[in-house]
């Protein structure tokens, strides 16, 4: 799951950011209001996190590009700001949720999860794709309910898959979804072969049907009917 997170206090943006990343998000980071603009213009995200007080800009300027650009992420607003009239604009603008600070991280990782799961999997909290289920509240995948060991990047790649079933996608979406904004306009994204070719051999090994297309020159598509 790829977040962003938009913070100007370093130690909290710090702190954010290395325990979202020990829950397994790909997280990247803003600490302006400029290069937060142009990271939600130029990139997609899951979820994008966001202090409405920056140096540079209010924060609520960014909920309403990302509005008016038809973003999917989900948004979640922490703030120090306490007032009902800052909540209601938030929320009023398009904005999911709003934390008051300070706050306890393992909050901020629940909120997500289950803004995620109302956005992404229909309030589910298994998903479920043919022979594959995977429990995204414990990064788990079963084959035909038996536990199968995949590595994170090969976690993260079979829920990108699943949650954009019968989607193409191309090779450079994935890796920039998986891997991180850093990867975009990387001269090759051949190592995602490898990546793709392990999660399919284990997830045949453990009794799936074969669910990943390969589209030569285009990319992958995760469906039944290929």
């Not at 142009?38 to 409405?52: G, P, S, T």
């Not at 709003?98 to 992404?120: C, D, G, V, W």
């Not at 289920?133 to 788990?140: K, M, S």
Request: net charge negative.
């Amino acid at each position: 799951m790829k977040i962003l997170l938009i913070e100007d206090e370093p130690s909290l943006l710090v702190a954010m950011r290395h325990y979202l990343e020990s829950e397994h998000y790909n997280v990247s980071t803003a600490n302006n209001f400029r290069t937060a603009s142009v990271k939600a213009h130029d990139y997609e995200y899951d979820c994008v996190v966001l202090d409405i007080t920056l140096p540079d800009g209010n924060g609520l300027a960014i909920v309403k590009e990302l509005k008016e650009a038809h973003s999917q992420a989900g948004i979640i607003i922490v703030s120090a700001k306490n007032s009902l009239d800052d909540k209601l604009s938030g929320l009023e603008l398009g904005a999911d949720d709003y934390m008051t600070k300070p706050f306890h991280l393992p909050e901020l990782n629940a909120r997500i999860r289950s803004l995620m799961r109302r956005r992404q999997h229909e309030g589910e909290t298994q998903l479920v794709f043919g022979a594959i289920t995977l429990v995204p509240n414990r990064n788990q995948v079963l084959v035909e309910n038996q536990p199968v060991e995949l590595t994170v990047k090969e976690y993260e790649l079979l829920l990108f898959l699943v949650t954009n079933k019968n989607r193409l996608l191309s090779k450079a979406v994935i890796v920039e979804h998986v891997w991180g904004d850093y990867m975009d306009g990387i001269d090759s994204h051949d190592f995602l072969y490898t990546h793709v070719r392990n999660l399919r051999r284990k997830l045949l090994d453990a009794g799936s049907p074969d669910y990943i297309t390969t589209r030569y020159g285009a990319g992958y598509i995760f469906t039944p009917g290929e």
